[in-house]
C-alpha cells in the first residue's frame, strides 16, 4: 500500500574523513556540482583547502549543496572510474540510502524536483541569523510518497526519460562547444585560418611578424591591444537588500557561483528597475561575456539580459569583437588569471587585471569569416539550453502528477515515446 514516509528512514549523510596520501585527489566544492553534474572544470587543488573536513564518496551518492538550494548545486554520482579519488566539501551533503525499500533514481528525482528544492529554500531562508542554508535534519524531516518499488522504478524512468533527452542536448552542446574552440585554436593560436587560396595561413608560409608584447610571431597585419582598448567592460554590483523594492524584480541577478552555468539563461535572484538603477550592478544584454573573478575564474555568456554581483566582470560585445571571439579567449586566459589571485581566503583578481590583458586583434575580414563558421554553433548551444529548461519545468510538473495518480506512467511513457526512442538510440 502506497504511503508518506519521512526521508530519515530511507537516507543518511555519510561524513568519513579522508586521508590525504595521494597526489591525484580532486576535491568537490559546492561550485562543482550543478544540476546533478559534476563540473569538468578546473578543481581547486587540495592544497588551498588545508584545516577544513573532506568526506569520501562513491559510485550511488547524492551530492546535496547545504548552502541556498535554489542555486541546483547537487550531483548524482554515476559512473566514476575511481570516486575514491574525490574528496567533498563540508558544504555538500553525501547522501546515501539506508536500504532497499527507496529506488535511487526515484530518490534523486523527488530531492531535485522543483516542489522539494523550493521548500527547501523556504526553510533555509528561515534561518535566523544566517545565509540561506539547509542541514540534514531539515532534509530528513521531509515526507516521500513511497510506492512499492516497482512503482518507483516506473515514475523514475519516465522521467529519466526527458534527464536522456537532457543529456543529449548536453552532448551536443558540449560537441558544439569543443568544435568552436578548436576552430579558434587552428585560426587563432596556429594561426592556419584559411588564407585568399583557402590554405592554412602560416602552414603555407604567410607573412608572420614579431610581436613584443605577445613575445611571439603574429599575422602581418594583425594587432595586439589591451582589453579596455577595444572593448567596454563593466563591473557588478549588489543593490541594498534591506529594501524590498529592489529585489523580486524581472532582471535576473547573477553571483559569481552562477557563472559556471554555460551559457546562462537563469539565476536564483531577480532585481527590479529601481535596484538597477540605486546600485553598481548593470543591465548586460544577451550576448555579453561574463567572467567570475573570486577563487574559480570560469567565463560563461549570457543567453539573456542580466546584472550581476561584484565578482563579475562583463565583456561587452562590439562591432569588430563578437562573443564566439571573446568567450574562447577568456577561456585560454584563464590559466594566467588564475596565477594572478590574491587573498587568502577569497583568492580573486580586480577588474583592472582583466582590463589590461592583452587581446589580439585579426583583420576584420578574418573575424568575419570566423564568425560565419562558428556564430551558429553558439547560437545552437543558446537554443538547447532553452529547450533543456523547458523539459526540466515538465520533468518538475510529472513528478508530483505520477506520484498522486493524476497522470499514469502509461499515458506519459506513449507520450514520450519519441523522446524514449531518441534517449535509446543515443545511448546506442
Not at 167 to 175: A, D, G, M, P
Not at 347 to 361: A, F, Q, R
Request: charge should be neutral; include cysteine.
Amino acid at each position: 500500500m502506497s504511503n508518506y514516509e519521512s526521508l530519515e528512514n530511507l537516507i543518511e549523510t555519510v561524513s568519513v574523513t579522508h586521508k590525504f596520501d595521494k597526489p591525484s585527489l580532486v576535491f568537490l566544492n559546492t561550485s562543482d556540482v550543478l544540476k546533478g553534474k559534476i563540473l569538468t572544470n578546473t578543481y581547486m587543488p587540495v592544497s588551498e583547502m588545508k584545516g577544513q573536513a573532506k568526506k569520501t564518496i562513491k559510485n550511488g551518492d547524492i551530492l546535496y549543496s547545504e548552502i541556498r538550494p535554489k542555486n541546483r548545486r547537487y550531483a548524482y554520482v554515476k559512473g566514476l572510474t575511481n570516486p575514491e579519488d574525490y574528496v567533498v566539501s563540508t558544504k555538500l551533503m553525501v547522501l546515501r540510502k539506508l536500504n532497499d525499500r527507496i529506488d535511487n533514481d526515484y530518490l534523486y528525482h523527488f530531492l531535485t524536483n522543483n516542489e522539494t528544492v523550493n521548500y527547501l529554500q523556504g526553510r533555509a531562508e528561515n534561518r535566523i541569523g544566517s545565509f540561506p542554508q539547509i542541514t540534514f535534519n531539515i532534509l530528513k524531516s521531509i515526507k516521500i510518497w513511497l510506492p512499492n518499488i516497482s512503482k518507483q522504478k516506473q515514475i523514475a524512468k519516465v522521467l529519466s526519460e526527458l534527464d536522456y533527452k537532457i543529456e543529449l542536448n548536453n552532448r551536443i552542446n558540449s560537441v558544439l562547444e569543443a568544435m568552436a574552440k578548436l576552430i579558434y585554436g587552428y585560426w587563432f593560436v596556429q594561426f592556419d585560418f584559411p588564407d585568399e587560396n583557402k590554405k592554412p595561413y602560416k602552414s603555407s608560409g604567410g607573412k608572420m611578424v614579431y610581436d613584443e608584447n605577445l613575445k611571439t610571431e603574429i599575422p602581418d597585419g594583425w594587432a595586439v591591444k589591451r582589453i579596455d582598448e577595444v572593448l567596454n567592460t563593466g563591473l557588478g554590483g549588489t543593490p541594498s537588500t534591506k529594501i524590498e523594492k529592489y529585489w523580486n524584480g524581472e532582471f535576473p541577478w547573477l553571483n559569481s557561483g552562477e557563472i559556471a552555468n554555460f551559457p546562462i539563461i537563469e539565476s536564483e535572484l531577480k532585481v527590479t528597475e529601481s535596484g538597477i538603477s540605486n546600485s553598481a550592478t548593470t543591465l548586460m544584454p544577451k550576448g555579453t561575456c561574463v567572467l567570475s573573478i573570486t577563487r574559480h575564474l570560469r567565463p560563461s555568456i549570457l543567453g539573456v539580459d542580466s546584472c550581476a554581483n561584484q565578482s563579475v566582470v562583463g565583456l561587452f560585445e562590439s562591432d569588430l569583437i563578437k562573443s564566439s571571439y571573446i568567450y574562447p579567449y577568456l577561456v585560454n586566459e584563464i590559466p594566467r588569471l588564475m596565477s594572478l589571485r590574491t587573498g587568502a581566503q577569497q583568492p580573486h583578481i580586480n577588474k583592472g587585471i582583466v582590463d589590461e590583458s592583452l587581446i589580439l586583434v585579426p583583420e576584420e575580414s578574418i573575424l568575419n569569416n570566423y564568425y560565419a563558421y562558428v556564430n551558429s554553433m553558439y547560437e545552437k548551444i543558446i537554443n538547447n539550453a532553452f529547450q533543456n529548461q523547458e523539459l526540466a519545468e515538465l520533468r518538475d510538473w510529472l513528478l508530483p502528477m505520477l506520484m498522486n495518480g493524476q497522470v499514469r506512467v502509461g499515458e506519459v511513457e506513449e507520450q514520450l515515446g519519441m523522446v524514449a526512442e531518441e534517449a535509446k538510440n543515443y545511448n546506442s
